[in-house]
């Protein structure tokens, strides 16, 4: 159900002017027991975030935990004071070989990529996934044999960990730096990709901002080179 303010005729029209330059999220990691590819949080954000911002909406997700449920509420602000928001309450599984708190933290992200999704109206992949099955609780279904697919790179088939020192708050600081040098982390992590190289997020800190130095100095007409 969505809640909203008394009025959202300014947040209504805002949204209508962001809705033709909102794109859907990029499938930006791979699923080493499907095989297929789905959109994670980072991605959805990075497809809806700057969008929203420039018609002066803001997007907050709380969360709350009770008795084996999480909750995740999606809140759109818009710069006159009206709102709208909607909840999506999820159970956190038991065991799958994981602690409580891995498993809180997955349903988490679960519920925020496909409750931002939702109220942005932007499309992801819908099927299983790793924080998915951990959000259901479910067992990935069985798939017929498939014939042997080409062999990826490491980083492509196995599960991409991020490092400790990617909060939110350092996700948000380094991806401001990058389009300060005019590049999204989307553009950035394919090409660390395409050079076998880890993505910003399972990086320490000081490689991330090693990076953003070397793109400013390639924007300054430098000779430098992500890596």
Known sequence: MIEQSNSIGALAGALAAAAPNM??????RANPHLKNRYATLEAVLDAVRDVLAAQGIAVTQGVSAAQGVVTVTTQLSHSSGEWMRSSL?????????ISE?????????YGRRYGLAAMCGVGAEERDDDDGDVGRGVKPPAEKPAEK???????????????????????????????DVGHSYDDVAARLEAKGSPRPSAMT??????????????????????R
């Open 101 to 109: 708190v891995q498993a809180l933290g997955s349903t988490v992200t």
């Open 89 to 97: 309450t999820l159970p956190v599984p038991a065991g799958k070989g």
């Open 149 to 179: 697919p080409a062999q990826k790179p490491r980083h492509e088939s196995e599960p991409s960990k991020h490092h400790e020192s990617w909060t939110d708050a350092e996700r948000s600081r380094f991806c401001a730096a990058l389009r």
């Open 23 to 28: 794109r859907d999220a990029r499938k930006d």
């Open 205 to 226: 800190q000081a490689q991330r901002s090693s990076i953003v130095a070397k793109l400013r100095a390639e924007a300054a007409g430098g000779p430098a080179e992500a």
